[in-house]
């Protein structure tokens, strides 16, 4: 079985990430993230940036931040690297090929959802390579009950709840966890189309392109729910979980990739 992503549907995240309402809700939910943790600060890691569509957005909305990113597919972190500018490698998020320490900041979107992803080995990688008192942001795909044709294409084998990420996070050693539920006024028309109108397992995904009036009228709704975001309202349930946390004191360098090599390829923090 293959448990990678794939490459047509890199071809449509390719197509679709700069300009499709759930992309640019997605990098609106994580920019609004990132600038409650505070001003840019050392280098971010985007883990698992796929084709780079986030590293582009960041790119024009924090110019002061340094980035890199990391993708497992190499014709993925080629395209990343050309349509960001920032420099991506190619490796698995199970063993990050940088030193301990290296990022003050990281950010992985919709990956510890993924087949081929070590949840508990990703997420030892992150708080490894953050330096400490490194800010965490991550998003993931919420409540096994929506699984659907979706996910089988982009090979999500999990979803999750918000205390169950919580406490995952907990347990990896992070710490100041904050987490809420996003994509909620848009939930039932996720439920309809996931749960009704493709629920057959071979559908393909939802990356597609949307007519213009209606790609436009959902990105209003996912506007309006930033907006009220921004008041402090939390929402009980959406299609996704975001997450910020912070890194404790980091552990010993990953032994596969000694100290001297893994400095090598990561800029300083």
């Not at 390719?14 to 809700?25: F, Q």
């Not at 009228?217 to 975001?242: I, K, M, T, Y």
């Amino acid at each position: 079985m293959n448990r990678g992503v794939e490459p047509a549907e890199y071809q449509l995240m390719d197509a679709a990430e700069d300009g499709m309402w759930w992309y640019r809700s997605l990098h609106g939910q994580v920019l609004d993230a990132l600038a409650a943790l505070g001003p840019p600060e050392g280098v971010l890691l985007d883990a698992g940036c796929g084709t780079g569509g986030f590293l582009a957005r960041l790119a024009a909305a924090r110019p002061g931040q340094r980035a890199m990113g990391l993708e497992y597919f190499p014709a993925a972190a080629a395209r990343a690297a050309a349509k960001s500018g920032a420099a991506v490698a190619a490796g698995s998020v199970n063993a990050l090929p940088f030193a301990a320490g290296s990022f003050r900041t990281l950010v992985s979107l919709d990956v510890l959802c993924h087949a081929a992803v070590d949840p508990a080995a990703a997420l030892a990688e992150f708080r490894r390579v953050l330096a400490p008192g490194g800010r965490l942001v991550l998003n993931l795909p919420a409540f096994e009950w929506l699984h659907s044709a979706h996910d089988l294409r982009v090979h999500n084998a999990r979803r999750y709840t918000a205390a169950g990420a919580r406490t995952m996070l907990a347990a990896s050693g992070f710490t100041g966890i904050r987490q809420h539920y996003w994509n909620t006024l848009l939930l039932p028309l996720m439920v309809l189309q996931r749960k009704v109108l493709a629920r057959a397992p071979d559908h393909g995904s939802d990356v597609a392109p949307f007519p213009p009036w209606l790609d436009r009228s959902l990105l209003a709704v996912a506007g309006l729910e930033r907006r009220l975001q921004r008041l402090d309202l939390r929402f009980p349930a959406g299609g996704s979980v975001l997450l910020t946390a912070m890194a404790g004191p980091a552990p010993a360098a990953h032994p596969a990739l000694p100290a001297r090599e893994a400095a090598a390829t990561a800029p300083a923090p």
